[in-house]
């Protein structure tokens, strides 16, 4: 056996496992989730208001535990390279400070489709990244965060999450759920567990949506996801 693998085998054995508070990029994107659910309105909506306090009180007790960081390979798909548009233009907006704090860690995303099969325009127009959940790469069992992005001109066929509430927030671009309004960055939308919901995107810019999953354990760790398209009914994993 080569000594060199050897030492450097025992070196990578004897790396401490990181944790949160050991990496100031993951603390302070989280900081800004807990910012924006903390500080922004619920603008009257009761439902809302609750899903905000389950989000960051879950989250705040998951910072004060100090998890584990666990390491995830890098992964890009197509649209990411659209990142760096939606993150410049959402430096120059509401969300300024949770885009700043997602650019220190671009090149850490995992971005995923989390679907089984999926439908050939969305491959390339789409993917969401998670960055505190079940998987990593902030590791926990009790709240899913994470961001997805979309190509201009983006339809996401309509789904639901079973178990699993959900909020989006818009950080950069413009977009509209089941063709009720346009959000800007800022707006926070609440799906609640089975809500059926489409998403467009506005046709010239990217768009880049921060969304939180609460739900219990069991379905954080295995969320069914229904992509339900006109006459065909898909099962997926895990996306938002
Ligand atoms: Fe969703």
């Avoid at 789409?126 to 899913?144: N, T």
């Avoid at 609440?190 to 939180?212: F, M, S």
Wanted: glycine share 8%; hydrophobic share 35%; charged share 25%.
């Amino acid at each position: 056996m080569d000594e060199r693998i050897d030492a450097q085998e025992a070196e990578a054995e004897a790396l401490p496992l990181q944790h949160l508070k050991e990496v100031p990029a993951w603390l302070y994107l989280l900081g800004e989730f807990e910012t924006l659910y903390r500080y922004g309105s619920a603008g009257g909506s009761g439902l809302i208001r609750s899903h905000r306090k389950r989000v960051r009180d879950t989250l705040s007790a998951i910072v004060a535990e100090n998890p584990p960081i666990v390491a995830r390979e890098e992964m890009r798909k197509p649209v990411t390279a659209y990142l760096s548009r939606a993150l410049d233009t959402g430096e120059r907006g509401a969300m300024q400070g949770m885009s700043q704090a997602l650019r220190e860690v671009r090149n850490d995303l995992t971005w995923e489709y989390g679907y089984d099969r999926m439908p050939k325009a969305l491959a390339r127009k789409y993917a969401y990244c998670e960055v505190l959940g079940p998987s990593g790469p902030v590791q926990s069992g009790k709240l899913i965060l994470g961001f997805v992005l979309f190509a201009p001109a983006t339809t996401y066929p309509q789904h639901s999450h079973r178990g699993i509430e959900e909020s989006y927030i818009s950080v950069s671009g413009a977009w509209s759920e089941n063709d009720a309004a346009v959000y800007a960055p800022g707006s926070m939308i609440l799906n609640k567990p089975g809500d059926e919901h489409r998403i467009t995107t506005g046709e010239r810019e990217p768009c880049l949506l921060a969304y939180a999953w609460t739900g219990n354990a069991e379905n954080l760790a295995a969320p069914g996801m229904k992509l339900t398209p006109p006459r065909r009914r898909r099962t997926g994993n895990a996306a938002p």
